[in-house]
């Protein structure tokens, strides 16, 4: 009978068509390398009467042979059956049985049914239905939504873009590393394939000298990887024709299309140009820059001439409202030029970004009117929050408890009011009693009196 670390590695085995190192499944499972190299030899043994083996490749790693798959089909469905009678390892909460389902939902092609979800998760079936419906609101924040098919169960259904910004935001969390991506269960793709995709853009960004943070880097390592793996199961992204236009006249798309080359020729993945386009707009935030340093070059021959313009306006209005005086930092320049970019080339494309915005029902039991940093869709009316339903009980009350310490702040700083001040210190849970909060606010009152109004200095005297 296998254990739950060879039943983790054939797993790992099942989902790639390329070997996988035992460096790669010890990382996963959180073994040492010998341990997994005498876990391999005990599933060798097992599944060799199921019509399967495990070949060790010189230099390459393990991978799974399968000689006789009607024999082999039939214990993985043994074992699978075996394996959802043990139900410590299924979520529990609502909030575990809804992210359970986008996972389950979002990363299978076919038609599942809700008799099947509840045997899988030990509930019933009104139970599944009922987490259906937050499902299918996290789901139209993407643009998302179910296809219904009587006797066949629902799916998940919309276009292939949208789909993929809710694998990486939602499944997958792209703001994660790469090695985090591979760290979960089910691995997109290989951690060698994902290393080599993260070499051949260091490559171009280098060559053609391209800016890019490393969020930015690693969000595009993972889009590529999501990409790769929804074109192998043959789905690709649509643009109209006038996107396409606007992405491909870009110096960005040449540069894509150098990386892309790349990876299908060492991945053989075949890659439509809108697909090139796809990742060219992951650079559109990006110019190549040349010279940032020299003094008497003109940024306008770096920058397209809109977005110069644009972002002159713009520090043009920060020096009117704010009086700090003329700004002429190249470096800040070429930033906002930078952020501009891809700020408009997303406008109203609904792209997921982490934005601090209004709650607005986000995250219940925080007032709609709070200030949250949640994952948003981006549209021409504004940031629009993903609902990620409640917070667990174990932190909801200090999370409140640090809204009100804020809110009460804020009410403070506008009214200018010292009691509503010494009221919002001594809400701060870090500050342990009412006489260190007043000792804490009269010092900073002191310190900083030349920049709070007078106000506060006079209600102090009056307490």
Known sequence: MLNSRTIAILRELIAVDTPITSEYLANVIQVTSRTIRNDIKELETF?????????SIRGAGYKLKIDDDKVFRKFLLEEFQSEKLKPSMLPN?????????????????????????ADELFISKSTVQNDLKDVKKILQTYDLSFEVKPNYGLKVKGEEVKLRFCMSEYVFNRIQTEYDLHSSQKPLIPIDEMKMIRGIILEQIKENEITLSDIGLN????HI????????????????NEELKDVTNQKEYGVANKIVREIENRMKVDFLETEIAYVA??????????????????????????IYRLTMEILDSIETELTLGPIDEQELIVA???????????????????????????????????????????????????AVGDMPVAVRGLVQQIKSFERISAEAAVTGDYKTALLAMTINPLVPSDRIAKQILDEMLEAHKEYLPQIFIKQKSEV
Not at 47 to 55: F, P, Q, R, T
Not at 219 to 222: A, G, K, Q, S, V
Not at 288 to 302: F, T
Request: aromatic content about 4%; charged content about 25%; hydrophobic content about 35%.
């Open 225 to 240: 990887a999501i990409a790769c793996k929804r074109i192998i199961d043959g789905n690709y992204v649509i643009l109209n």
């Open 93 to 117: 909460t609502p909030e575990e049985r809804v992210h359970y389902l986008m996972k389950r939902l979002v990363l299978t092609e076919n038609f599942l049914k809700l008799e099947d979800l």
């Open 336 to 386: 906002i030029g930078l952020h501009l970019k891809p700020a408009i080339s997303r406008y109203d494309k609904r792209d997921i970004q982490q934005v601090n915005t209004r709650n607005n029902g986000a995250i219940a039991s925080i007032p709609d009117d709070s200030a949250v940093e949640v994952n948003c869709m981006i549209t021409k009316d504004g940031p629009k929050p993903i």
């Open 219 to 222: 969000n595009l390592i993972i």
């Open 47 to 55: 599944i060799s009467k199921y019509g399967a083996s495990i070949k």
């Open 281 to 306: 707009i992951h650079l559109l935030g990006t110019r190549m820059i040349r010279h940032l340093n020299n003094k008497d070059g003109d940024l306008r021959n770096y920058i397209d001439k809109d």
